[in-house]
């Protein structure tokens, strides 16, 4: 089963507008990192946010990590049309390093 | 730099083939992980090597499946007997060390037919 679970699973907003993502995982991990995919072949790294911090920036992204809740959010603001693609948090339990992936927020930026 | 590359970028072959796929990573990276995709899914879990060894193996869907990496650097994910069900887009990723983030290849589109 995933380790870490999106949703929505797809959201189509205005050009302008933020766009929100979560990611639910199951068990303690060492970090969590945020992906973008476009056109279903490489993924690129967004952020990475460790299990001990709560919350990254990184240009219009925000990420914050809720490891009593173990959750996270991804939130872009002021989307372009550019912004159109799928998002994949990642997550490793602890000590293992292994990567997993939940099945993704397609997210859609209308112009 | 050279980023992750993986080759070839497309392959075609009949069920019941072999077929090897060939990942470089960036130079210098230690961990090397393969994924599998299919359309509309997140990728899944296959091998993770640590060096040369294979730190979790977990994830293959069973023996036809198997991966090295002998020298540390170049891997190759071999699939014997091939079934229509293994076609996919097969990722390839490098990373300097635990705790870093992952770099991603092009991946192989595998379409068994």
């Known amino acids: 089963s995933q380790q870490g679970e999106e949703d929505p699973q797809a959201l189509s907003i205005q050009e302008g507008e933020n766009a929100t993502m979560n990611c639910s995982y199951k068990?303690?991990?060492?970090?969590l990192q945020w992906y973008r995919q476009n056109s279903g072949r490489g993924l690129v790294h967004l952020i990475l946010i460790r299990s001990n911090e709560r919350e990254k920036h990184s240009g219009r992204l925000r990420v914050t990590l809720d490891t009593s809740k173990k959750s996270s959010s991804l939130l872009i603001t002021a989307s372009r049309a550019a912004d159109t693609a799928s998002y994949f948090c990642?997550?490793?339990?602890?000590?293992?390093?292994?990567?997993?992936f939940g099945t993704g927020t397609r997210l859609k930026v209308l112009a | 730099g050279a980023g992750v590359s993986q080759t070839p970028s497309n392959k075609v072959t009949e069920k019941g083939k072999y077929v090897e796929l060939r990942c470089d990573p960036i130079s210098g990276h230690t961990a090397l992980y393969w994924y599998r995709q299919s359309l509309g899914q997140g990728p899944e879990f296959l091998i993770y090597?640590?060096?040369?060894?294979?730190?979790?193996d977990s994830g293959l869907p069973n023996d036809r499946f198997f991966a090295v990496r002998p020298e540390g650097s170049v891997s190759t994910l071999k699939i014997q007997r091939t079934e229509r069900g293994d076609s996919a887009v097969y990722l390839c990723a490098s990373s300097p060390s635990n705790n870093s983030p992952l770099h991603f290849g092009n991946g192989t589109r595998l379409t068994v037919t």
């Open positions: 090597f640590q060096g040369t060894g294979a730190a979790d």
């Open positions: 990642a997550t490793d339990a602890s000590g293992t390093y292994k990567y997993i």
């Open positions: 068990t303690s991990i060492n970090n």
